[in-house]
């Protein structure tokens, strides 16, 4: 790594095509493989039900912690290059895909830019990113100073089920 400071960057990382438990599998070796970036620990894989248009097959899921010297556009662009490496195909907002790496948090920083927006607009909503990310990081606190043992009380479990380690 070079001498630029090192940030903990958390990935939430999901498909729902084309065998999604690989996909998920693959892209978490893949995250390992990062420049200037140590893949620190992941979640179980969790399976969850789909947002967006109806129809879908449902999710895997899980969170990774990366200490990475990446800028966040740099690293915003090797998640993107790990997406197209799986045929990731934007054509509906939301729709299926075969992986989606979303940047959730990176350190502690509040960024908004045309092409990135952390913490991600929507983690706070959504019990497949929330629940893995409580599985290995517990007492974490987000850049707004809520702890995520408060958000968690406000997004139920639901329906989302861990599968595997």
Same mark, same amino acid.
């Given at each position: 790594?070079?001498?630029?400071?090192?940030?903990?960057?958390?990935?939430?990382?999901?498909?729902?095509? !084309?065998?999604? /438990?690989?996909?998920?599998?693959?892209?978490?070796? =893949?995250?390992?493989?990062?420049? !200037?970036?140590?893949? &620190? $620990? /992941?979640?179980?894989?969790?399976?969850?039900?789909?947002?967006?248009?109806?129809?879908?097959?449902?999710?895997?899921? %899980?969170?990774? %912690?990366?200490?990475?010297?990446?800028?966040? =556009?740099?690293?915003?662009?090797?998640?993107?290059? &790990? =997406?197209?490496? /799986?045929?990731?195909?934007?054509?509906? /907002?939301?729709?299926?895909?075969?992986?989606?790496?979303?940047?959730?948090?990176?350190?502690?920083?509040?960024? %908004?830019?045309?092409?990135?927006?952390?913490?991600?607009?929507? $983690?706070?909503?959504?019990?497949?990113?929330?629940?893995?990310?409580?599985?290995?990081?517990? =007492?974490?606190?987000?850049? !707004?100073?809520?702890?995520?043992?408060?958000?968690?009380?406000?997004?139920?479990?639901?329906?989302?089920?861990?599968?595997?380690?």
């Amino acid at each position: 790594m070079s001498n630029t400071a090192i940030q903990r960057a958390w990935i939430g990382l999901g498909s729902n095509l !084309d065998d999604p /438990h690989t996909q998920v599998s693959t892209a978490l070796n =893949e995250l390992a493989q990062l420049p !200037d970036s140590s893949l &620190i $620990m /992941h979640s179980s894989l969790y399976r969850s039900d789909p947002v967006g248009p109806p129809g879908q097959p449902d999710y895997i899921n %899980a969170v990774a %912690a990366l200490d990475t010297q990446l800028p966040p =556009e740099a690293l915003l662009d090797a998640l993107q290059a &790990i =997406e197209q490496a /799986h045929q990731r195909v934007r054509k509906i /907002h939301w729709g299926p895909r075969t992986l989606d790496l979303d940047l959730l948090l990176y350190g502690n920083e509040t960024i %908004a830019t045309p092409r990135l927006s952390v913490p991600h607009p929507f $983690m706070t909503q959504r019990n497949f990113v929330l629940w893995p990310l409580a599985e290995i990081a517990p =007492e974490l606190i987000l850049p !707004d100073g809520h702890s995520l043992q408060a958000l968690l009380l406000q997004c139920p479990l639901g329906t989302l089920e861990k599968i595997s380690l």
